[in-house]
Nanobody, 128 residues
Framework: QIQLVESGGGLVQAGEALRLSCAAS????????MAWFRQAPGKEREFVAA????????YYADSVKGRTTISRDNAENTVYLQMNSLKPEDTAVYYC?????????????????????WGQGTQVTVSS
């Protein structure tokens, strides 16, 4: 069973950047498709980005496309989320998630119930 720990959140001003990290342990990291989700107060958890287990494919929500990059280092058992040009509406708790199944090419890759393991989340707050 894989364990996930996010880090890198914080308070930034609009227009600034942050890089989130998610360190995995207890499993074979390269055998999981990975994703980032976020949840703002009073809202449902929403998909942000996904990356194929090999690292050879990425997919983004329209709301972050063009200013966000998901990447992974399978040797370091870590997945990253680089967020640039942050906006106040990006304020949320950010979660990384791991899927045992090969879901990257499914349309359901944006659904939280497709993912089996979750981290505890890291808070990102963007002030205007």
């Amino acid at each position: 069973q894989i364990q996930l720990v996010e880090s890198g959140g914080g308070l930034v001003q609009a227009g600034e950047a942050l890089r989130l990290s998610c360190a995995a342990s207890g499993g074979t990291f390269s055998s999981y498709d990975m994703a980032w989700f976020r949840q703002a107060p009073g809202k449902e958890r929403e998909f942000v980005a996904a990356i194929r287990r090999s690292g050879g494919g990425t997919y983004y929500a329209d709301s972050v496309k063009g200013r966000t990059t998901i990447s992974r280092d399978n040797a370091e058992n870590t997945v990253y989320l680089q967020m640039n040009s942050l906006k106040p509406e990006d304020t949320a708790v950010y979660y990384c998630a791991a899927a045992k199944g090969a879901i990257f090419f499914r349309s359901s890759r944006t659904r939280s119930d497709e993912y089996d393991y979750w981290g505890q989340g890291t808070q990102v707050t963007v002030s205007s």
